[in-house]
């Protein structure tokens, strides 16, 4: 096949209106370039939002951990105290109300953050669907609960306000499908639940809802041959009405994360800290214990805005997306401090966003914990999908993220070189900073700007222009490191990653 640079020439003449055909097997897949809008975003919202919205307790795996293999005593207890006996996790869905769900009012909080694009779940492992879908019967949210079109009202509201790409999140699996329950007893060799739900459900949210993302999940106990991953994703790829822009991550199979998609979001929270050359995606969630909305949250629990620019700083400079996890309530709201948080967000944004928004890596990732985006002046005969951008005195303008006030208001910075032309300017604050070399590296006094004229008391963006050119390869330097695998596959996770599967949280 060659897709890749057949695509890549009609692109650069700008005239990208045909799609290739992709062949259902990874190596044709793979040579799918992203498509760039995902890239230029850098930040999209993640809403975690179904049956499990109601009993609002301890996870969104809830049913799983009181009716799966080790019950978690918390939910034993809980339902004991405040259920009658018999009460099943089924009679839980017409207490699914949603009658205060207004679908503006979610675009307009997902607007004001600042994101890009917007990940509700379609379904989750439970199984209840938030579309009328026609392979779950009774179980879905117009049937039962809030008798509305969940996904359709959500992706006209976000389509309608503007800027933001809509998509979905979608569990392959089902914990308590019976379907599925057959499948896996015959050691995945039968494949009715594909081929009489996930498969079929997929096409339709496709076809009907049209995604720019579908977030897959849950595929971990079965072969992407079990999921019929490669035959769906040459379809989505070639035929379906998204072939064009969706994109997609990398959970299609047991063993496939990192290996396949669009871009791989590896475990939960992935952040590595260092570059990784395929575009990845750090999801985390705005509740530190939860991607649900859980009643017994407390506000010391949500992450503070300092924590999320450190994240957003974190991920964007070694290549990946932050997907941030702002989940809804039963009734159908999103609750005032994720509200004020992500407002809060938006409110940095508006003054950083040149930092953030189609940026790329740089050479080097940070000094210590102060983090470097990139941009070019001219993008004249560059190839759109490089991973980071050269260090040119001339091209090239460097946005270092400043996340703790330094000593004496003095930034040090060993990666940055100056020249007798060299700029640097706060984002958001008028005049040039003084910039000196020293032996430890650039000094930046930014103890010269007032305090009353600081644009953020938490998080600043120091814009650096006309720095000496310098050559060097991040990502062989990760390889040589040991760090990066030759073909680019991270090596070093580090110990805060947890898979949710794998834990009650
Ligand atoms: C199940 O299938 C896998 C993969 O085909 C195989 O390696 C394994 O031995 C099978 N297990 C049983 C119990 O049949
Ligand atoms: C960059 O950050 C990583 C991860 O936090 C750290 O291990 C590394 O030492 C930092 N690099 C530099 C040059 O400060």
Not at 57 to 83: C, S, V
Not at 355 to 371: L, R
């Amino acid at each position: 096949m060659c897709c890749f640079g057949l695509i890549l020439l009609i692109s650069l003449a700008s005239t990208l209106n045909s799609v290739c055909a992709y062949e259902p097997n990874w190596k044709s897949l793979d040579t799918r370039p992203l498509p760039t809008w995902y890239d230029e975003a850098k930040f999209g919202i993640f809403c975690h939002w179904g049956v499990f919205s109601v009993p609002a307790f301890k996870a969104d795996w809830f049913w799983y951990f009181w009716k799966g293999p080790t019950p978690d005593p918390d939910i034993l207890k809980f339902m004991e105290k405040n259920y009658k006996p018999g009460f099943s996790y089924g009679d839980f869905a017409p207490l699914f109300t949603a009658e205060l769900f207004n679908p503006t009012t979610f675009a307009k909080i997902v607007k004001s953050s600042g994101a890009k694009y917007y990940v509700p779940t379609s379904k989750h492992c439970e199984g209840f669907t938030n579309w009328p879908s026609a392979y779950s019967w009774n179980w879905n949210a117009v049937d039962v609960g809030p008798h509305r079109d969940l996904i359709g009202e959500l992706r006209e509201a976000i389509l309608g306000i503007g800027g933001v790409h809509f998509g979905f999140y979608f569990s392959q699996y089902e914990w308590f499908n019976r379907l599925y329950w057959t499948d896996k007893a015959a050691n995945f060799s039968s494949q009715t639940y594909v081929n009489e739900v996930s498969y079929p459900q997929m096409v339709e949210l496709v076809n009907n809802y049209k995604p720019d993302i579908l977030w897959s999940d849950g595929d971990w106990e079965a072969a992407d041959t079990y999921w019929n991953s490669e035959r769906f994703l040459a379809w989505l790829f070639t035929d379906s009405p998204v072939a064009k822009n969706v994109v997609v991550n990398d959970r299609w199979g047991a063993g496939l994360t990192g290996k396949h998609g669009s871009f791989y979001s590896f475990s939960d929270h992935f952040d590595p800290g260092h570059i990784i050359p395929h575009k990845w995606e750090n999801c985390m969630m705005l509740d530190k214990n939860n991607w649900m909305t859980s009643r017994t949250m407390t506000a010391a629990d949500v992450h503070t805005l300092n924590e999320l620019i450190t994240q957003l700083a974190r991920t964007i400079s070694c290549n990946g997306n932050l997907l941030l996890n702002a989940g809804a309530t039963h009734d159908g709201r999103i609750i005032p401090i994720f509200e004020e948080r992500l407002s809060e967000v938006g409110a940095w944004l508006a003054v950083n966003g040149e930092a953030v928004y189609k940026t790329k890596p740089w050479i080097h990732q940070n000094d210590s914990n102060v983090w470097y985006t990139s941009k070019l002046r001219s993008t004249h005969n560059k190839n759109p999908y490089r991973v980071y951008n050269l260090q040119n005195e001339q091209n090239t303008i460097v946005y270092a993220f400043v996340l703790d006030w330094p000593k004496n208001g003095k930034l040090i910075l060993p990666s940055i070189q100056v020249t007798s032309r060299t700029r640097a300017q706060m984002l958001g604050c008028k005049g040039a900073l003084s910039v000196v070399s020293s032996q430890d590296g650039a000094v930046i006094d930014i103890s010269q700007i007032g305090f009353t004229q600081l644009p953020s008391l938490t998080a600043w963006v120091i814009k650096l222009e006309y720095l000496a050119t310098e050559v060097f390869d991040p990502v062989n330097d990760m390889i040589e490191k040991g760090w990066l695998t030759t073909d680019g596959f991270p090596l070093r996770y580090s110990t805060e990653h947890h898979r949710r599967s794998r834990s009650a949280n």
